[in-house]
């Protein structure tokens, strides 16, 4: 099955700096990778995802960027603002049907003001 | 407004003394999720519905059902919850696509259980 790796588990920024969180996969066949944010006493909310054949997504101040060879993909933020804080969880998983993905461990992000 | 509605937000049972938690959406998505999730950690799938079609994991305990009357709920039935089933239990759906398409998860805020 697939094995999916977050890194790191915590991250402190200042307010303005970027943030960068990693992910690589283990199964060569998936082909959708979701990023979540979640706030503290809510559900994981989707900010940005990617498709295989898609190197790079940008959405304002996030983007994703995905290397199908090396099995891994990114999430960038930047210019972080406080309202950014929360824990932030990769996934992966083949879409199609029944869409089953392999959550990462999450990394708690924190930006000081 | 809320897509995936999960009530009761904050459920409080007794050892041994069953619980359902309830889900409902109105995306008119086919497939329907729960999950489990305990503090600092990633979300666990217990079982899942393809339109009436239940999937559970490998590794769910016997001790959690499920019930999915149509389209638009979906139940969690703990038929005799441990200390150890303290979770925040999670309800997501989406929509099923053709092969190549992408369908992300909606999720509900969650149900948040504690055990006395």
């Known amino acids: 099955g697939e094995n999916v790796e977050q890194h790191p588990s915590t991250l402190s920024v200042q307010e303005g700096d970027s943030a960068v969180i990693k992910c690589t996969y283990s199964d060569s066949a998936s082909n959708y990778f979701p990023w979540y944010k979640q706030e503290l006493g809510k559900g994981p909310q989707l900010i940005i995802d990617?498709?295989?054949?898609?190197g790079e997504k940008k959405d304002q101040r996030i983007a994703v960027t995905l290397n199908k060879t090396a099995k891994h993909f990114s999430l960038h933020i930047t210019e972080t603002q406080p309202e950014d804080s929360a824990v932030y969880f990769c996934?992966?998983?083949?879409?199609?049907?029944?869409?089953?993905?392999?959550f990462g461990r999450g990394t708690s992000l924190i930006v000081h003001p | 407004d809320a897509m995936v509605i999960q009530n009761p937000r904050y459920q409080v049972t007794q050892f041994g003394k069953p619980v359902t938690l309830s889900c409902s959406q109105t995306?008119?998505?086919?497939?329907m999720y729960w999950y489990q999730q305990k503090s600092s950690q990633a979300p666990k799938l217990l079982f899942h519905?393809?339109?009436?079609?239940?999937?559970n994991e490998a590794d769910t305990p016997d001790n959690f059902q499920s019930r999915r009357p149509n389209t638009s709920f979906c139940f969690l039935d703990i038929r005799s919850p441990g200390l150890g089933d303290a979770a925040m239990y999670l309800c997501?759906?989406?929509?099923?696509?053709?092969?190549?398409?992408?369908?992300?998860?909606?999720f509900g805020d969650g149900t948040r259980l504690s055990i006395l």
């Open positions: 519905y393809y339109d009436k079609d239940f999937n």
């Open positions: 996934a992966a998983g083949v879409s199609g049907g029944s869409y089953i993905p392999t």
């Open positions: 997501a759906t989406s929509r099923d696509s053709s092969p190549g398409g992408h369908q992300p998860q909606h």
């Open positions: 995306l008119n998505h086919n497939v």
């Open positions: 990617i498709r295989s054949n898609v």
